[in-house]
């Protein structure tokens, strides 16, 4: 799995070398080497790199959301698939967690693992029209 690395670590106004951004994500140098090939901005090609610290706030922002995968309406995420996945009919369960929020529970139609996606309440109505939503007898009366 891939670390998160904080964007708000590095300081807008300050100028950065290879070994400081090493330091200051404890990476090592060739992790923060990979990162100038993969994109990341240094002021000029004379060495030592130097980097501005906004431009390495926003390449930490812009490497974050490189592996979100956004499921639609009808999808919950597959950890085994590593994509968005249709649920299996009928496998399909609403779990209520907390007074505001409760959690689809369901397998998946290509590998059969389980998946999980947390919803609102309020949204229930919209569920029921995505997926196949089984609710337990003590949820049918909330509804």
Same mark, same amino acid.
Request: charged letters at 25%.
């Given at each position: 799995?891939?670390?998160?690395?904080? /964007?708000?670590?590095?300081?807008?106004?300050?100028?950065?070398?290879?070994?400081?951004?090493?330091? %200051?994500?404890? *990476?090592?140098?060739?992790? *923060?080497?990979?990162? %100038?090939?993969?994109?990341?901005?240094?002021? $000029?090609? +004379?060495? /030592?790199?130097?980097?501005?610290?906004? $431009?390495?706030?926003?390449?930490?922002?812009?490497?974050?959301?490189?592996?979100?995968? /956004?499921?639609?309406?009808?999808?919950?995420?597959?950890?085994?698939?590593?994509? /968005?996945? =249709?649920?299996? +009919?009928?496998? =399909? *369960?609403?779990? =209520?967690?907390?007074?505001?929020?409760?959690?689809?529970?369901?397998?998946?139609?290509?590998?059969?693992?389980?998946?999980?996606?947390?919803?609102?309440?309020? $949204?229930?109505?919209?569920? +029921?029209?995505?997926?196949? *939503?089984?609710?337990? %007898? +003590?949820?049918?009366?909330?509804?």
């Amino acid at each position: 799995m891939a670390k998160r690395y904080n /964007p708000n670590k590095c300081k807008i106004n300050r100028n950065y070398s290879i070994s400081e951004i090493a330091l %200051l994500y404890q *990476v090592h140098k060739s992790t *923060v080497k990979t990162w %100038l090939r993969r994109g990341l901005k240094r002021i $000029d090609n +004379q060495r /030592p790199y130097i980097i501005l610290g906004s $431009d390495l706030k926003q390449f930490i922002k812009d490497l974050r959301g490189i592996n979100k995968r /956004p499921c639609e309406l009808g999808e919950i995420y597959c950890m085994k698939c590593r994509e /968005p996945r =249709t649920p299996e +009919q009928g496998s =399909t *369960v609403f779990e =209520t967690e907390t007074s505001r929020y409760g959690r689809i529970k369901a397998n998946c139609n290509v590998c059969n693992s389980a998946m999980n996606r947390y919803f609102r309440l309020a $949204d229930l109505a919209v569920l +029921q029209r995505h997926f196949a *939503v089984i609710l337990p %007898l +003590q949820q049918k009366r909330l509804g």
